[in-house]
């Protein structure tokens, strides 16, 4: 690579530049020139530490001085000017990072048409980092070198296109120079110089990019204190003038934001090193439901102390959402190769995310994957207990009649049960239950929500009881502001029985349809309202005689408001199948209404001997007609003291909190982190995979527009820009700036274009 000269053109604030020149020394190899510039300081410690650092007689220093101030953009050229070298001009506020200028210097030689490169920055507008168009703290040094570590790591490197370089920190080919001319003098002290600059160069058929693998802090504008808000009035006025499309173009890109699966590619990696928390990944099905519920709760609760990662698994296609402590979501759209083996793909995705633990939570969609995956991962894992499908394929042990066998181990019993319904005849159930026992028997954990799931996961894997963690509930209890919509009930005193939540065949959907017909049939004085939807009926809708109303979705906090408009007076679940928590059962209780439930499964071990609700008798959970029998005595007049003091115990009924299920699943994985894997390990994937997984697609520029003709040159190219612009382009800047200043791209403007200015300019146009 040929030689390049680093420009660092001074102005005052010595101890920024102190630290730009100490940290250039100390980062920067290979073959450069390190020029640097005073620009004729007023401040006599620049000259001192100036003298200083000549007395070192480091041979590739050299040290000019203006005699009178020539501001930015005369010194920088000054420096472009010194030899034949690609140059890099450096702010005296920028500090770089090791392999700063190696970077730099391999991405100007990947392609020649490239004329100039910036690099990521704490500090610079569309090349910050890690928030875009934002002035990001800088960190320290430790920090710095995490940053760019975690860029260099993740980096392709991609050197996409940008509108514009940002001039703390521009790399610039002398070939370039050699086409379009130094900086325009007309931008005086600075400010606008370098946006002018890479324009022409688009002009000229030359590329501005970034080095997304170099890292470069920059402190922010010290040089010129005091002066700023005036040098960017003149100067953005100047460069509209130069080059009108310029606020769309940068526009169009802030819009865009091509840069972000960049940055978010390294933040993942850069969240794992300055955290120290370990990663977690749970892996769920796409059908929603509890099991999501659950999940995103304790995530929620636990994000400042872990790193999580949440992956629907759905056959060779997972989407892996990261949840950050600052509460932000990261979408990664992971898609298994066609000869990538299952433990390379769930290995590799760790590696990836820096993941400690696998949290398995329903492996239904994604099963054959993961049974022959996780056995073979150095990664510990384990599972929780939010259904019993790892026992039995009909997941609530539901026979051929559509009703609850009793949770049959015998396979002698349970093969015929499968063959007898057609959507599992053809698992032979000896073989399912050996391929779970299998992963259950490398788990560092098993967790279940209920005594009677734990009970009943190890009557079919006694070798491993699982942990009781009760669920918390995020939002039991609470009660959302505002207005509600509902449908009507006759104004009757009918009494009203709701079922709450999603219910198909399991839960009862076919029972209360039947429930409902035998109550028409009878003339029964009580009407069903389900406060969710039905397998077969998913919108609001209610029957001609009011019989039975679908209120529809509904949120946590509404449900109070809810069971109170419908008048209801007992929440029934008429299950055919058993439920190993239920989350609706703990929003009843929160709303202060007591319960009917069947006579097994976690309803039953909930319900029992609190005296918030009550227990059917087999014979009433499988008869209806007895079943309604039991719902019409508790609702009626005799049964309205024994309902009062049920609905009155429901409210103290005791639930676990997010913060309790939160501390008992985190000391189950801090046992977990220890648990010893095989040795066998996969690395993690290509950057380039992982950036398409963010969705990068990459930013193209418009061609570029012809250069202006005399017309349209309000300001003569060569002479300092006065203080007083032409009013026609402040008028025209103030309606622009103006009239995006709610957007992303207005706000970032700000920095050009100071708030006193806008307001001056504001003030203009109304007046």
Same mark, same amino acid.
């Given at each position: 690579? =040929? %030689?390049?000269?680093?420009?660092?053109?001074?102005?005052?604030?010595?101890?920024?530049?102190?630290?730009?020149?100490?940290?250039?020394?100390?980062?920067?190899?290979?073959?450069?020139?390190?020029?640097?510039?005073?620009?004729?300081?007023?401040?006599?410690?620049?000259?001192?530490?100036?003298?200083?650092?000549?007395?070192?007689?480091?041979?590739?220093?050299?040290?000019?001085?203006?005699?009178?101030?020539?501001?930015?953009?005369?010194?920088?050229?000054?420096?472009?000017?010194?030899?034949?070298?690609?140059?890099?001009?450096?702010?005296?506020?920028?500090?770089?990072?090791?392999?700063?200028?190696?970077?730099?210097?391999?991405?100007?030689?990947?392609?020649?048409?490239?004329?100039?490169?910036?690099?990521?920055?704490?500090?610079?507008?569309?090349?910050?980092?890690?928030?875009?168009?934002?002035?990001?703290?800088?960190?320290?040094?430790?920090?710095?070198?995490?940053?760019?570590?975690?860029?260099?790591?993740?980096?392709?490197?991609?050197?996409?296109?940008?509108?514009?370089?940002?001039?703390?920190?521009?790399?610039?080919?002398?070939?370039?120079?050699?086409?379009?001319?130094?900086?325009?003098?007309?931008?005086?002290?600075?400010?606008?110089? $370098?946006?002018?600059?890479?324009?022409?160069?688009?002009?000229?058929?030359?590329?501005?990019? #970034?080095?997304?693998?170099?890292?470069?802090?920059?402190?922010?504008?010290?040089?010129?204190?005091?002066?700023?808000?005036?040098?960017?009035?003149?100067? =953005?006025?100047?460069?509209?003038?130069?080059?009108?499309?310029?606020?769309?173009?940068?526009?169009?890109?802030?819009?865009?934001?091509?840069?972000?699966?960049?940055?978010?590619?390294?933040?993942?990696?850069?969240?794992?090193?300055?955290?120290?928390?370990?990663?977690?990944?749970?892996?769920?099905?796409?059908?929603?439901?509890?099991?999501?519920?659950?999940?995103?709760?304790?995530?929620?609760?636990?994000?400042?102390?872990?790193?999580?990662?949440?992956?629907?698994?759905?056959?060779?296609?997972?989407?892996?959402?990261?949840?950050?402590?600052?509460?932000?979501?990261?979408?990664?759209?992971?898609?298994?190769?066609?000869? $990538?083996?299952?433990?390379?793909?769930?290995?590799?995705?760790?590696?990836?995310?820096?993941?400690?633990?696998?949290?398995?939570?329903?492996?239904?969609?994604?099963?054959?994957?993961?049974?022959?995956?996780?056995?073979?991962?150095?990664?510990?894992?384990?599972?929780?207990?939010?259904?019993?499908?790892?026992?039995?394929?009909?997941?609530?042990?539901? !026979?051929?009649?559509?009703?609850?066998?009793?949770?049959?181990?015998?396979?002698?019993?349970?093969?015929?049960?499968?063959?007898? @319904?057609?959507?599992?005849?053809?698992?032979?159930? @000896?073989?399912?239950?050996?391929?779970?026992?299998?992963?259950?028997?490398?788990?560092?954990?098993?967790?279940?929500?209920?005594?009677?799931?734990?009970?009943?996961?190890?009557?079919?894997?006694?070798? &491993?009881?699982?942990?009781?963690?009760?669920?918390?509930?995020?939002?039991?209890?609470?009660?959302?502001?505002?207005?509600?919509?509902?449908?009507?009930?006759?104004?009757?005193?009918?009494?009203?029985?709701?079922?709450?939540?999603?219910? %198909?065949?399991?839960?009862?959907?076919?029972?209360? !349809?039947?429930?409902?017909?035998?109550?028409?049939?009878?003339?029964?004085?009580?009407?069903?309202?389900?406060?969710?939807?039905?397998?077969?009926?998913?919108?609001?809708?209610?029957?001609?005689?009011?019989?039975?109303?679908?209120?529809?979705?509904?949120?946590?906090?509404?449900?109070?408001?809810?069971?109170?408009?419908?008048?209801?007076?007992?929440?029934?679940?008429?299950?055919?199948?058993?439920?190993?928590?239920?989350?609706?059962?703990?929003?009843?209780?929160?709303? +202060?209404?007591?319960? #009917?439930?069947?006579?097994?499964?976690?309803?039953?071990?909930?319900?029992?001997?609190?005296?918030?609700?009550?227990?059917?008798?087999? !014979?009433?959970? &499988?008869?209806?007609?007895?079943?309604?029998?039991?719902?019409?005595?508790?609702?009626?007049?005799?049964?309205?003291?024994?309902?009062?003091?049920?609905?009155?115990?429901?409210?103290?009924?005791?639930?676990?909190?997010?913060?309790?299920?939160?501390?008992?699943?985190?000391?189950?994985?801090?046992?977990?982190?220890?648990?010893?894997?095989?040795?066998?390990?996969?690395?993690?994937?290509?950057?380039?995979?992982?950036?398409?997984?963010? +969705?990068?697609?990459?930013?193209?520029?418009?061609?570029?527009?012809?250069?202006?003709?005399?017309?349209?040159?309000?300001?003569?190219?060569?002479?300092?820009?006065?203080?007083?612009?032409?009013?026609?382009?402040?008028?025209?800047?103030?309606?622009?700036? #103006?009239?995006?200043?709610?957007?992303?791209?207005?706000?970032?403007?700000?920095?050009?274009?100071?708030?006193?200015?806008?307001?001056?300019?504001?003030?203009?146009?109304?007046?």
């Amino acid at each position: 690579m =040929m %030689g390049v000269t680093v420009v660092v053109p001074v102005y005052n604030a010595p101890d920024d530049l102190v630290r730009c020149i100490e940290a250039v020394l100390a980062h920067t190899d290979g073959d450069y020139r390190l020029v640097v510039i005073d620009d004729a300081s007023t401040d006599p410690r620049i000259a001192a530490w100036l003298e200083d650092l000549a007395r070192r007689g480091l041979a590739q220093v050299t040290i000019l001085r203006n005699p009178a101030n020539l501001g930015f953009t005369g010194t920088a050229n000054r420096g472009m000017g010194l030899s034949r070298d690609d140059v890099v001009l450096l702010n005296s506020d920028a500090i770089p990072s090791p392999g700063w200028l190696d970077a730099l210097r391999r991405c100007a030689a990947s392609d020649p048409s490239i004329g100039t490169v910036t690099p990521f920055s704490n500090n610079a507008e569309i090349a910050s980092f890690p928030q875009f168009c934002v002035d990001n703290a800088a960190p320290d040094d430790a920090g710095a070198e995490l940053v760019a570590m975690a860029l260099r790591e993740r980096s392709v490197p991609t050197y996409p296109d940008l509108p514009t370089g940002v001039g703390f920190c521009l790399y610039v080919r002398r070939a370039l120079i050699d086409a379009v001319g130094m900086f325009d003098s007309a931008f005086g002290a600075g400010y606008g110089e $370098e946006n002018d600059f890479c324009l022409r160069a688009a002009r000229a058929g030359y590329r501005n990019v #970034l080095a997304d693998d170099a890292y470069v802090r920059h402190t922010g504008g010290r040089s010129f204190e005091g002066r700023k808000g005036a040098l960017a009035e003149r100067n =953005m006025a100047l460069l509209l003038a130069l080059h009108p499309h310029y606020l769309d173009l940068v526009r169009s890109y802030i819009a865009d934001d091509p840069l972000r699966p960049i940055r978010a590619a390294a933040q993942t990696l850069l969240a794992a090193s300055l955290s120290g928390a370990q990663g977690v990944l749970h892996v769920i099905h796409d059908h929603g439901g509890g099991t999501e519920t659950h999940v995103r709760a304790l995530i929620d609760a636990s994000r400042q102390r872990l790193r999580h990662f949440l992956a629907i698994a759905v056959q060779d296609a997972w989407q892996v959402e990261e949840h950050r402590a600052d509460r932000s979501v990261v979408t990664y759209e992971f898609t298994r190769e066609t000869a $990538e083996t299952w433990p390379a793909f769930v290995g590799g995705l760790c590696a990836t995310l820096r993941v400690a633990l696998v949290h398995l939570h329903n492996i239904s969609a994604c099963r054959t994957g993961l049974l022959a995956a996780m056995p073979a991962l150095r990664v510990p894992y384990g599972y929780t207990v939010h259904d019993l499908n790892f026992a039995c394929p009909t997941i609530t042990f539901l !026979e051929a009649g559509r009703m609850y066998c009793g949770a049959q181990t015998d396979a002698s019993r349970c093969t015929p049960c499968l063959a007898a @319904q057609p959507e599992f005849a053809g698992v032979n159930i @000896q073989d399912w239950r050996t391929r779970h026992a299998a992963l259950i028997g490398r788990a560092a954990f098993v967790v279940a929500p209920s005594r009677w799931a734990a009970q009943t996961f190890a009557r079919y894997f006694p070798e &491993r009881m699982p942990t009781l963690i009760p669920h918390g509930h995020p939002d039991a209890g609470r009660r959302t502001p505002g207005a509600r919509s509902a449908l009507m009930l006759p104004n009757d005193d009918v009494a009203t029985v709701a079922v709450l939540g999603a219910i %198909g065949p399991d839960k009862g959907a076919r029972r209360l !349809e039947r429930l409902i017909e035998i109550a028409r049939q009878r003339g029964a004085p009580v009407r069903f309202v389900l406060i969710g939807y039905l397998d077969a009926q998913h919108v609001p809708w209610q029957s001609d005689d009011a019989r039975f109303t679908v209120h529809g979705r509904y949120a946590t906090g509404d449900l109070a408001d809810l069971l109170a408009h419908y008048r209801a007076r007992l929440v029934l679940y008429p299950s055919a199948g058993p439920e190993t928590f239920s989350y609706t059962l703990t929003e009843a209780w929160a709303a +202060g209404y007591p319960v #009917l439930v069947p006579p097994f499964g976690a309803l039953a071990e909930r319900v029992d001997g609190t005296g918030a609700g009550f227990v059917m008798t087999d !014979e009433e959970w &499988r008869n209806e007609p007895a079943m309604l029998d039991r719902i019409v005595a508790l609702v009626g007049e005799p049964g309205a003291a024994t309902l009062r003091a049920a609905g009155h115990e429901a409210r103290r009924v005791g639930a676990a909190t997010l913060a309790q299920m939160a501390e008992a699943t985190i000391a189950v994985y801090a046992a977990a982190f220890n648990t010893p894997g095989l040795a066998t390990s996969w690395g993690p994937f290509a950057p380039t995979r992982v950036r398409s997984a963010l +969705g990068y697609r990459p930013w193209v520029p418009p061609a570029p527009a012809a250069a202006p003709g005399p017309p349209d040159r309000a300001f003569p190219v060569g002479r300092p820009v006065t203080d007083a612009s032409p009013p026609m382009w402040q008028t025209r800047l103030a309606r622009r700036a #103006l009239a995006i200043r709610h957007t992303t791209l207005g706000r970032a403007l700000h920095r050009l274009a100071p708030r006193p200015l806008l307001q001056a300019l504001k003030a203009r146009l109304e007046a």
